[in-house]
């Protein structure tokens, strides 16, 4: 089994002030934990939630559906799972749910927003 622990912070101007269109200072962190455990040597099951502090001028993410002071993305868990196909090739699947206090989340069946996010992914990590 192992265990991470991440925490990370940055700082930009991306968005602008609604009265000028003068850029303005945006600042986020955030924090990670990731838990991962070997069911076997080539299956890996993964769990990590991550937190964003994302409180002044909407600072940390680029493609939120609107500008506003204070974008409201909070936490995200994900699941997943890796299979090492061989030395050099993994096979990836993970299930993502994000959670806002605001609904900023373009939902594409509505043509709404919504405070949640869910996404399911696959990948291919191939190391040469």
């Known amino acids: 089994m192992s265990i991470f622990f991440d925490q ?3 700082a930009c101007g991306i ?3 609604p009265d000028t269109g003068d850029m303005r200072d945006a600042y986020w962190s955030g924090r990670s934990t990731l ?9 890996e099951g993964v769990v990590r939630f991550d937190y ?12 939120y559906s609107s500008l506003d002071d204070h974008n409201g993305i909070g936490p995200a868990l994900t699941l997943g799972m890796n299979y090492a196909f061989n030395l050099g090739s993994i096979f990836k699947l993970e299930y993502r749910y994000d959670w806002a206090t605001r609904p900023i989340f ?3 069946k509505s043509k709404g927003t919504s405070k949640c996010n869910q ?7 191939v190391g040469l």
């Not at 838990?35 to 299956?43: D, H």
């Not at 996404?119 to 990590?125: D, P």
């Open 15 to 17: 968005t602008p002030d």
């Open 52 to 63: 964003i502090f994302n409180r002044k001028n909407g600072g940390g993410l680029l493609t």
């Open 35 to 43: 838990l991962a455990y070997k069911f076997e040597p080539r299956l």
């Open 8 to 10: 990370w912070m940055g």
């Open 106 to 108: 373009f939902d594409t």
């Open 119 to 125: 996404s399911l992914s696959t990948a291919v990590v």
